[in-house]
Structure formats: structure tokens, C-alpha cells
């Protein structure tokens, strides 16, 4: 594996899921099927290069699977999964603490619950940043998994119906993922949520702006999944709740049983960023359109082609 000068990803950060075009998330995921398919060619590129995970949230897949990426593409890493145990404890400025990390490693990976986060590490940072979540606002990778899995489960991304269902208000998978599909031509968008936990105007006005697509709010799952090409299903995020009455109230207000699985299409597929609180029921795993831990598995190789071409050694 020699480093590619050509290569448009070379050095870029991944801060928001529209930092990428369509056609650069299509290089992506043609790069991530090939990784597939012969994982022995990609097992050395990124040899003697180190990633850093800085994640000043919870987190299981995002962290774990950056870092299962980098190993198996070779390379190594070095994290901080506790906040409680770094510098920022001490008061110390995300400025700083980028600054610092990229004098040791790559390439960087954060999760951070200030808006924004990821985008002020980038303005400080000489080395690529990936944000792997900055509070309610956007998961540009995880958007990568998502298409990854879309085009893999249903073989396009385009001429798609896709329901967002739960809390698409603080859901920042979802507000990156309807971005990146608004680019597409001809999908549909039906946004299922209760009145409280609607997707921000602000995410909607982009989305508009991006293309001729439509756009359909509902509160009630019934009825709404017939149509549904991809359902994907969102946690109610208690992290960004005020109040824990508001959350409980909340929390259970959508449920994907067997029953409900009924009224979609054979070919649909079910998603889910994970982690599943109660909103999809564990019997409905058993059903051949749950794609939920595909997509999780998905994930390595979607950021390992991510890695590798930030890292300019695809
Ligand atoms: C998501 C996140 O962190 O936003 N998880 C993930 O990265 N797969 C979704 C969630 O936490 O509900």
C-alpha cells in the first residue's frame, strides 16, 4: 500500500455529514465493499500510523469500532474514554487538549456534548479530525455506516422512502443521515415523532434546500410504515432531557413490535443506530429485515475505508 497524493480525502476533517459530496460517499463505500471482500490487502496500510479517541461521552460502537478499524488496517491507537481521567477535569480548554493530542497522534476521532465541539477542535488542530458525535447536533459517521448499510440492504441510496421514527429532535444520527439522503435524487422522508421531539426547523430548512424532496411529519407509527423502503428507529435520548418526568413520558411512546412489523414491505429494512432502549421489542430481532447489528458490524469497515483515505494509504 503506497500513500496516495491524489487523493481527495487526503488530510480533510469530518466534522458534518455535508463535508462530503455524494460522489465522495460513494469512493467511501466502493472502498469499504473492497475492504470486504479482501480484508488481507488492507491489513497493513495504515502501519506505523496512530489514531487517538478522544470521547468526552458515552460511547460503545462509535469508540470500539474506530479503534477495531484502525487495528485491523495496521495501525494503532491511543484513547481517552473517560473524561473523569483526562486534563479536561483540570479545567484544561478543548483547544489545549487538541492541540496536544495532535502532537501524538494522526489522526483524531472526539465525541463531545457541546454543539460544535468537533468543529473548534478542527480550527485548532493541524491533524484530521472525525467527529464521532457532537451533542444533539450531527454523527457524520455514523451516516457513513447508515448508507453503507442502506446501499448494501436495498442496493441504492436514491428513489427511497425512509421513516425516521422516535426522537429526531435531539437524534444527531438522524440530522446528519436525512442531510446526506436529501442530496439523493427521489427519496421520500416521513418523520414520526411526538410533537416534542419533531426534527429542529433548522435541520428541516437544510434538508429543503437540498433538493426537490418531500417531506411528511407524522405522530403515529400506525398507518406510516406501509410505504417505509427503510425504517430507522432512534432512542429517545435521555442525556439532553431537563427533566426525567418529560423523558419518562417520552420514553416509551413508540414500541416496533412483530405486530406492528406486519405492515411493512417484505423488502424493507429496519435500522437502528443502537444502543435499543425499549423502541424496537427484542422479538422483532428474529425478523430478516432487523438489520441492526449488520449495520453495527457494517460500521468497522465503513470507518475503516474513512481512516485510510483521510490517511492518504487506500
Ligand atoms: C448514537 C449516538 O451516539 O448518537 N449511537 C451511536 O453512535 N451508534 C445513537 C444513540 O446514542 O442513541
Same mark, same amino acid.
Given at each position: 500500500?503506497?500513500?496516495?497524493?491524489?487523493?481527495?480525502?487526503?488530510?480533510?476533517? #469530518?466534522?458534518?455529514?455535508?463535508?462530503?459530496?455524494?460522489?465522495?460517499?460513494?469512493?467511501?463505500?466502493?472502498? *469499504?465493499?473492497?475492504?470486504?471482500?479482501?480484508?488481507?490487502?488492507?491489513?497493513?496500510?495504515?502501519?506505523?500510523?496512530?489514531? /487517538?479517541?478522544?470521547?468526552?461521552?458515552?460511547?460503545?460502537?462509535?469508540?470500539?469500532?474506530?479503534?477495531?478499524?484502525?487495528?485491523?488496517?495496521?495501525?494503532?491507537?491511543?484513547?481517552?474514554?473517560?473524561?473523569?481521567?483526562?486534563?479536561?477535569?483540570?479545567?484544561?480548554?478543548? *483547544?489545549?487538549?487538541?492541540?496536544?493530542?495532535?502532537?501524538?497522534?494522526?489522526?483524531?476521532?472526539?465525541?463531545?456534548?457541546?454543539?460544535?465541539? =468537533?468543529?473548534?477542535?478542527?480550527?485548532?488542530?493541524?491533524?484530521?479530525?472525525?467527529?464521532?458525535?457532537?451533542?444533539?447536533?450531527?454523527?457524520?459517521?455514523?451516516?457513513?455506516?447508515?448508507?453503507?448499510?442502506?446501499?448494501? !440492504?436495498?442496493?441504492?441510496?436514491?428513489?427511497?422512502?425512509?421513516?425516521?421514527?422516535?426522537?429526531?429532535? !435531539?437524534?444527531?444520527?438522524?440530522?446528519?443521515?436525512?442531510? /446526506?439522503?436529501?442530496?439523493?435524487?427521489?427519496?421520500?422522508?416521513?418523520?414520526?415523532?411526538?410533537? +416534542?421531539?419533531?426534527?429542529?426547523?433548522?435541520?428541516? +430548512?437544510?434538508?429543503?434546500?437540498?433538493?426537490?424532496? +418531500?417531506?411528511? +411529519?407524522?405522530?403515529?407509527? @400506525?398507518?406510516?410504515?406501509?410505504?417505509?423502503?427503510?425504517?430507522? %428507529?432512534?432512542?429517545?435520548?435521555?442525556?439532553?432531557?431537563?427533566? @426525567?418526568?418529560?423523558?419518562?413520558?417520552?420514553?416509551? #411512546?413508540?414500541?416496533?413490535?412483530?405486530?406492528?412489523?406486519?405492515? %411493512?414491505?417484505?423488502? =424493507?429494512?429496519?435500522?437502528?443506530?443502537?444502543?435499543?432502549?425499549?423502541?424496537?421489542?427484542?422479538?422483532?430481532?428474529?425478523?430478516?429485515?432487523?438489520?441492526? #447489528?449488520?449495520? /453495527?458490524?457494517?460500521?468497522?469497515?465503513?470507518?475503516?475505508?474513512?481512516?485510510?483515505?483521510?490517511?492518504?494509504?487506500?
Amino acid at each position: 500500500m503506497s500513500a496516495n497524493k491524489g487523493n481527495a480525502f487526503l488530510g480533510r476533517h #469530518f466534522v458534518d455529514a455535508l463535508d462530503f459530496s455524494p460522489q465522495e460517499y460513494d469512493a467511501l463505500l466502493d472502498l *469499504a465493499r473492497a475492504i470486504h471482500r479482501d480484508p488481507a490487502a488492507y491489513a497493513q496500510a495504515c502501519r506505523g500510523k496512530l489514531l /487517538a479517541t478522544l470521547f468526552f461521552e458515552p460511547s460503545t460502537r462509535t469508540r470500539l469500532s474506530f479503534e477495531a478499524a484502525m487495528l485491523r488496517l495496521g495501525g494503532q491507537i491511543i484513547t481517552v474514554a473517560d473524561p473523569q481521567t483526562s486534563s479536561a477535569a483540570k479545567g484544561e480548554s478543548l *483547544a489545549d487538549t487538541i492541540r496536544t493530542v495532535a502532537g501524538y497522534a494522526d489522526i483524531i476521532v472526539m465525541r463531545h456534548p457541546k454543539e460544535g465541539a =468537533a468543529k473548534l477542535a478542527a480550527l485548532h488542530s493541524p491533524v484530521p479530525i472525525i467527529n464521532g458525535g457532537d451533542g444533539a447536533r450531527e454523527h457524520p459517521t455514523q451516516t457513513l455506516t447508515d448508507l453503507f448499510t442502506i446501499r448494501e !440492504y436495498r442496493g441504492r441510496l436514491e428513489g427511497l422512502t425512509v421513516a425516521f421514527c422516535g426522537d429526531l429532535r !435531539y437524534g444527531r444520527t438522524v440530522h446528519s443521515l436525512i442531510k /446526506a439522503l436529501a442530496c439523493r435524487k427521489d427519496n421520500r422522508f416521513v418523520l414520526i415523532s411526538p410533537e +416534542e421531539l419533531r426534527l429542529p426547523d433548522t435541520v428541516k +430548512e437544510e434538508v429543503k434546500n437540498l433538493g426537490r424532496v +418531500e417531506v411528511r +411529519e407524522l405522530e403515529r407509527m @400506525e398507518g406510516a410504515l406501509g410505504e417505509a423502503d427503510v425504517l430507522y %428507529m432512534t432512542r429517545v435520548q435521555k442525556e439532553r432531557f431537563f427533566n @426525567e418526568e418529560d423523558y419518562i413520558r417520552l420514553r416509551d #411512546f413508540y414500541v416496533l413490535t412483530r405486530d406492528r412489523l406486519r405492515e %411493512m414491505k417484505e423488502d =424493507a429494512i429496519v435500522m437502528h443506530p443502537l444502543p435499543r432502549v425499549s423502541e424496537i421489542a427484542y422479538e422483532v430481532d428474529q425478523d430478516k429485515r432487523a438489520v441492526y #447489528f449488520q449495520q /453495527a458490524r457494517l460500521g468497522v469497515l465503513a470507518r475503516m475505508a474513512l481512516i485510510a483515505s483521510i490517511l492518504g494509504v487506500t
